[in-house]
């Protein structure tokens, strides 16, 4: 489990050693989106930091007044596009929350001009904030009290909790999977330049590492336009729909995305694979995953994918847990509720057209603890329950607003975390592609090889931040296991 | 017998820690188990080399030994990676190795406040105040600070093949006492590895098959300081002598080759190395690796490269670089017989491996001085590590800490971004050994900072302040950084323009031709572009001395890098600044992971910089605990 790091650890992992700190917490320039995901009027992006003014000027076209609103537009550099008309708010040290520069950019809510703003703001220089960071550097810098210290702590904790999970998926991501195998291959170059470089007696074959560079920077760079096209990462609330099989996610899933997507049919455990699909409800993007049924069935695939659906649940912020209106409940039904004990949830009572058999019409309406439903609540209040039919789409809308209300309404934690993986992902990429970019005019250029391990290390770091992993010894490693050196 | 501090081991660690002391003004004193192997080269016989070379120049700068002393004695010098960049390039020099003991005996003998005493410690204890050392001959010894610096001799065991002797090397007594009073104070020991190939007789190889690496044929010195008379000496006329570098006799290095046949011998014989029937259990070094471990690991290798480098001017004794090696004599000389320059070869001394306990050094802190014992210092191989710069950059700063606490001084601690001993004693420190520690520059993450060239530059003046270093030379040291900031500031003033004379100089110069307007410092940083050049091209001032062109052309030529590695220190500055006091219970701070609180209470790290790099540790994990040292400094 040890590479399953949180989110944290991952976002900054490898410089702890062998590139100093400097993604550790210090105090350079943070920036977040501080407000919930969804299209609630105006978004925040709020910067912390010394340089928080400088780059805010370098984007915004309005004057930043001190402790004024100022209006504006927020236009990218790179192209003169303006992305948002905006209204922002410098603050000087010391009297902010955190005691540091605060500038803070009010744009319009959606998530695709707050998102595009954070990325605005990370390429010129700022960092993406910690779950808690805000809140940590105003305790550090004396402007939170004493007693307050404890809450810190709380929302370290917990939130390095909710980022775990998060870490989990971008672990098991493909994106994680292809930067894998392009550290390896910079790692391979890096550990040659280096071995001729500590070992210089010792006869090192000649390698051509250009090749390797160029093949290493176009990877990146197509990373870096896959990961902005949504195709490797899909972002927003994970909404997992689980149910023992046959109570009708599928269709569930169709009706949510008003199209045919996952193939249906009556036979139980027809989907054994988990599938993905991104909807945006009411501005508020979500992820829905339909899972395999989990439950007895004489297929012998099933256990591979009654695992997957219980791997979709984990990684969940939020489930839709789907029953059979129209059969008794069963011990299965049960079961699956143990399994989402702790978990947000909502409950859909599916196929509300056919007679109703699960003797719940009356319980569920009422909110009320009886005998079928006892195990179907937690602490003592019960999940919102809805009766719905994917088939009629009867109950869909009050299913879709319970889902957005239960997003904002706080009940998930739809913070900066749900939004940060890709931006964050993005950023190290595009620092990656920076780094190699330099290497490689380097070697062009013929610049000694010191400068080039020199840029690859850095490359090497920004790729460990999506991975998690540390190259000091990983170089060492590779170093002595490729080549014959030392004596 | 009273003393301010008393060193045990008068290797190369050794040697550094009495004189840096007796310098410092502290009475001490300096026990050897045999006065005639005093800063012995038991295993290859050079220094330097690149990180290793780094180490020597830092040494100098802050007023050690060990720079002047090669600089003496050395038979042969080049500078190694020119070319591939300013911070990996590094000096090597070839030692004469018995004049190298002798000079640095006859510089030990001479500081003024150092008693040099022959005995073998048999016991170390502490009372209230003091350390107490017991010798073989019951004399008893005390001292407000001890230095242990006993290199492999601590319960050291020698190996030949089948063969298996309590030694501290080859041919000396080892220190067993020692290794149980360590005990009996508390302390955890380790047990590393290392190993050393055989000496062969000079007159029974054909140099006639070798290929000669002659020494640099223009001066090369570590000190940074003034120059010394080198000691000199008639050399072998069984050693062929190599081409003539004028400015100062050498002897050159041959090269030979193993081949397939050398390998099957290995091969054929494997049951008999010790490395893998199981006789040695420590762990060795990877980047000294076996011969018999190339031949495993690297079976496809047809051929791997083998150094003959002369042991001093007069002995025939010649290192085989390359050949460490523990398999019994008769491998070892059958196969050194397969190689055709060596197809005669007599062999004087023996290969051999050697396992010695170390004091794993989570049990030590950044000034050396052991977390358990105060006033007990470790320094050398007893940390782990392995080369004699790494064990005289440790000695140095042993020796300092320990005369300053002696004298009620804080200690002196220097940083990653200062020095390559920094970044040696904080890695030693922070992380969990899993083989011998060796200097290398990828392990120094602003190496392009810690260059050979500008050393001086960097420690000089922490040398002055300490007391170790001289007002003449301090002046010396500002004197360059004067100039060369003048000179770096002349560049930025000075334009370059494309016209006719300029370019037609640039084209005379074989340089890209010029486009538009620059500064000189701009036009440096072009590729091919020198100093020199600029020099001759009277854009730039003639009159400085190479030192200081040096210093302006890298300075300017790759000042884009060496900002952002500038930028990169400053970064972590205040947290590598923020002090965890020595009392601080990890155990205290909640909902850290269980992992972290393990590690962290073993290492127990002096800043939260050092936090950071103890493995294991998150940033979350940082989070918790600058909170909770936030919340201690509040609540007093």
Redesign the interface.
């Known amino acids: 489990m040890e590479q399953f790091r949180n989110l944290f650890d991952y976002s900054l992992a490898y410089l702890t050693r062998q590139a100093g700190l400097r993604r550790k917490v210090i105090d350079d320039t943070i920036a977040a989106i501080s407000t919930p995901i969804g299209e609630g009027g105006i978004g925040i992006v709020r910067l912390s930091g010394p340089e928080a003014f400088p780059i805010v000027g370098r984007l915004f076209t309005g004057k930043l007044v001190p402790r004024r609103l100022a209006y504006g537009h927020i236009v990218d550099p790179a192209n003169g596009e303006t992305v948002d008309e905006v209204l922002a708010t410098w603050m000087p040290t010391p009297h902010t929350y955190t005691r540091e520069d605060v500038v803070e950019i009010n744009c319009h809510g959606g998530p695709l001009p707050l998102q595009r703003i954070l990325e605005l703001v990370l390429s010129e220089g700022a960092r993406l904030a910690h779950p808690g960071e805000f809140t940590l550097r105003a305790f550090l810098h004396g402007r939170i009290d004493l007693a307050q210290a404890e809450a810190v702590l709380d929302m370290i904790r917990s939130k390095t909790d909710a980022s775990r999970r998060l870490a989990l998926n971008g672990l098991q991501g493909r994106l994680s999977g292809q930067v894998k195998g392009l550290r390896q291959s910079l790692l391979n170059c890096l550990a040659y330049l280096t071995a001729r470089i500590d070992f210089p007696d010792d006869e090192v074959e000649e390698r051509e590492i250009l090749p390797s560079l160029e093949a290493a920077h176009e990877e990146v760079a197509r990373l870096i336009d896959s990961a902005r096209a949504g195709i490797i990462y899909r972002q927003g609330v994970r909404v997992a729909l689980v149910g023992r099989p046959n109570v009708g996610k599928s269709n569930l899933l169709n009706a949510l995305l008003k199209r045919e997507r996952a193939i249906v049919s009556p036979l139980p455990g027809t989907t054994r694979d988990t599938l993905e699909e991104a909807i945006d409800l009411s501005g508020v993007p979500f992820v829905l995953i339909d899972t395999a049924g989990i439950g007895v069935t004489a297929d012998p695939l099933q256990p591979v994918a009654a695992e997957r659906s219980r791997q979709a649940l984990e990684q969940a912020d939020l489930v839709l847990m789907v029953i059979d209106l129209s059969q008794p409940l069963t011990p299965e039904d049960r079961d699956i509720w143990q399994m989402v004990r702790g978990k947000q949830c909502l409950i859909a009572a599916n196929k509300c057209d056919l007679p109703a058999r699960a003797e719940l019409g009356a319980t569920l309406s009422q909110r009320s603890e009886d005998s079928v439903s006892e195990g179907l609540s937690k602490d003592g209040a019960a999940w919102p329950k809805l009766t719905v039919s994917a088939l009629t789409g009867q109950g869909l809308p009050e299913l879709e607003s319970a889902m957005v209300s239960h997003v904002l309404g706080g009940r998930v934690s739809a913070s900066d975390e749900l939004l940060v993986s890709n931006p964050r992902h993005q950023q190290a990429l595009a620092r990656a592609r920076q780094c190699l970019g330099r290497a490689l005019s380097g070697v062009k250029d013929g610049l000694p090889d010191d400068f080039i391990t020199m840029d690859l290390t850095d490359a090497l770091n920004a790729l460990g931040e999506i991975t998690g992993e540390t190259a000091s010894e990983d170089l060492l490693d590779t170093i002595f296991s490729q080549f014959c050196v030392g004596k | 017998m009273r003393y301010d501090v008393i060193v045990i081991g008068a290797g190369h660690a050794g040697c550094e820690t009495a004189l840096a002391s007796a310098r410092l003004g502290a009475r001490t004193l300096l026990l050897t188990m045999n006065l005639d192997n005093v800063a012995l080269m038991p295993c290859n016989p050079s220094i330097g ?3 290793k070379g780094h180490a020597v120049r830092e040494i100098d700068a802050l007023g050690g030994e060990m720079a002047r002393n090669i600089d003496r004695t050395f038979i042969q010098i080049k500078m ?2 020119t ?6 390039q590094a000096l090597r020099a070839q030692a004469d190795k018995k004049l190298y003991s002798l000079a640095m005996k006859h510089t030990l003998e001479r500081q003024p406040g150092l008693d040099l005493k022959q005995a073998l410690v048999e016991e170390i204890r502490r009372d209230e105040s003091e350390l107490w050392v017991k010798t073989h001959l019951g004399q008893t010894y005390q001292a407000r600070c001890l230095v242990i610096t006993t290199g492999t001799s601590l319960n050291g065991r020698v190996i030949v093949g089948d063969r298996a002797y309590a030694a501290g090397r080859s041919g000396e007594l080892p220190a067993l006492g020692l290794s149980q009073s360590l005990k009996n104070m508390g302390f955890t020991l380790g047990r590393l590895k290392t190993g050393t ?1 055989p000496r062969i007789d000079a007159r029974s190889i054909d140099f006639s098959k070798t290929i000669v690496h002659p020494g640099s044929d223009v001066p090369l010195y570590f000190s940074q300081g003034p120059s010394l008379l080198p000691v000199l000496h008639a050399s072998n006329p069984l050693y062929p002598p190599g081409p003539d570098t004028s400015w100062r006799p050498q002897l050159p290095c041959y090269q030979v080759h193993t081949n397939p046949q050398t390998h099957e011998i290995i091969r054929q014989n494997l049951d008999r190395a010790p490395l893998f029937n199981g006789l040695i259990q420590g762990i060795g ?5 076996s011969i018999e471990d ?1 031949i495993v ?2 079976a496809g ?1 047809t051929s ?2 083998l ?1 003959l480098e002369p042991e001093g001017w007069e002995t025939n004794e010649v290192y085989v ?4 090696t523990s398999l019994p004599e008769d491998v070892q000389l059958a196969l050194l017989r397969t190689i055709p320059a060596l197809e005669r070869v007599e062999m004087m001394r023996v290969g051999y491996a050697i396992e010695y306990d170390y004091v794993p050094p989570s049990q030590t802190s950044s000034s050396l001085e052991s977390k358990l014992v105060p006033g007990l210092f470790f320094a050398g191989q007893i940390n782990g590590t392995t080369g004699y710069e790494e064990a005289a950059g440790q000695g140095l700063i042993a020796g300092i800490n320990a005369a300053r606490k002696a004298l009620g001084k804080p200690p002196l601690i220097l940083r ?1 971004d200062q020095a390559y001993i920094g970044v040696m004693i904080d890695d030693l420190v922070t ?1 969990e050994l899993t083989e011998p520690y060796r200097l ?4 120094a ?4 900072l810690l260059r050979q060239d500008n050393a001086d530059l960097r420690l000089t003046p922490i040398g002055h302040e300490l007391g170790l270093v001289g007002k003449e030379r301090l002046e010396a040291v500002e004197a360059k950084r004067q100039v060369t900031l003048d000179g770096l500031a002349r560049l930025q003033k000075v334009c370059v323009n494309p016209d006719k004379d300029t370019v037609a100089l640039i084209a005379r110069y074989g340089m890209a031709p010029l486009e538009s307007n620059m500064t000189a410092a701009e036009f440096l940083r072009r ?2 572009v020198t100093y020199d050049a600029l020099a001759a091209m009277g854009i730039a001032p003639d009159g400085y001395s190479p030192e200081v062109r040096e210093q302006v052309e890298i300075e300017a030529k ?1 000042a884009g ?1 060496i900002a952002r ?1 500038r930028a ?2 400053e ?2 500055r ?3 600044e923020r002090r965890i006091p020595d009392d601080f219970d990890y155990d205290s701070v ?2 850290l992971r269980y992992e972290a609180q393990q590690k962290l209470n073993r290492f127990h790290p002096a800043t939260v ?1 050092q936090a ?2 103890v ?1 294991g ?4 994990d ?3 605990l ?2 909770h040292l ?2 201690r400094r ?2 007093g």
Request: glycine content about 12%.
């Open positions: 080399g690149p990180a190694l990676n070319g591939k960049g300013p911070a990996v190939p070094p990877r980047s000294c690796p190339k690991k690297f290798k791997h490269p150094f670089q390359g050949a460490n990653r992380r290398l520059t990828s392990r993450e602003f190496r392009l590729q091919g790759y890098y590695q990169a220190v970064r972590v205040r947290l590598e909640g909902g910089g950071c790099r493995e540790v998150t940033p979350a940082i989070s918790l600058l909170v936030e919340r509040r609540t």
